[in-house]
């Protein structure tokens, strides 16, 4: 089982480009996350899906858009990046709402 | 809106020793209260959790105590070692009515050797 696994590792955008994150889990999970880390802030989740073919916001979700593909895919999409969406992204999946989260190795962007 | 206090945000103890980083949580509807430990580079590993209606949970040299009425919950980890260097996040979530998972802001933990 290779968990959560995300694409890109790294990206470097220049301002008002777009690009998507892929996220995708071998564990049969309903429910999927996307959260941003910055520095002092914790982990804010920007959406997450209840299960296949669900989607809802999250505490900062302004900016992104968000595809459940399938039960095992979940992606994110920037369609305007801007200087303050610099961060890593991570996503995560649970069996359920609420259930432990696992988390996949992220994604660091940088927005020029 | 609902927020996760955790301190301190940085901890230094000896090789041996105890640590002990806390939360507060505002929301009274939280009833899963889940321990991130995060290592340089990768995504935050699930290291204990513990539910509304239990108090204490104890894995090998790690515990959380929740305290319901007070609002808040704290993990201890006793004989540190070195390999226990690193990020600790707290979280409260909420599953009924408008799902909620909210961090603290962690807490990095160094153990001297």
């Known amino acids: 089982n290779a968990g959560v696994t995300q694409t890109p590792k790294f990206q470097v955008l220049k301002t008002g480009q777009s690009m998507t994150l892929q996220c995708a889990q071998d564990?049969?999970?309903?429910?999927m996350y996307w959260y941003r880390q910055d520095p002092g802030m914790g982990l804010r989740l920007i959406y997450y899906?209840?299960?296949?073919?669900?989607?809802d916001k999250g505490e900062v979700p302004n900016g992104y858009n968000v595809s459940r593909l399938n039960k095992r895919e979940f992606s994110l999409r920037l369609e305007s990046a801007a200087p303050s969406q610099t961060s890593v992204y991570f996503c995560a999946s649970s069996e359920r709402l609420g259930d432990t989260q696992y988390f996949g190795p992220g994604t660091r962007l940088t927005v020029l | 809106g609902e927020n996760v206090e955790q301190h301190p945000s940085t901890l230094s103890v000896q090789e041996g020793d105890s640590a002990v980083i806390k939360c507060t949580y505002s929301d009274s509807a939280s009833n899963y209260f889940p321990w991130y430990k995060q290592e340089l580079g990768k995504g935050p590993q699930l290291i204990i959790d513990i539910r509304s209606n239990v108090g204490e949970k104890k894995d090998q040299r790690i515990a959380v105590t929740l305290n319901k009425t007070a609002k808040h919950f704290s993990l201890h980890i006793t004989e540190t070692q070195p390999e226990d260097s690193a990020v600790y996040f707290c979280?409260?979530?909420?599953?009924?009515?408008?799902?909620?998972?909210?961090f603290g802001t962690g807490t990095r933990l160094k153990v001297l050797a």
């Open positions: 979280a409260a979530s909420t599953s009924s009515g408008t799902y909620k998972y909210i």
């Open positions: 564990m049969n999970h309903n429910s």
């Open positions: 899906s209840a299960s296949e073919g669900t989607t």
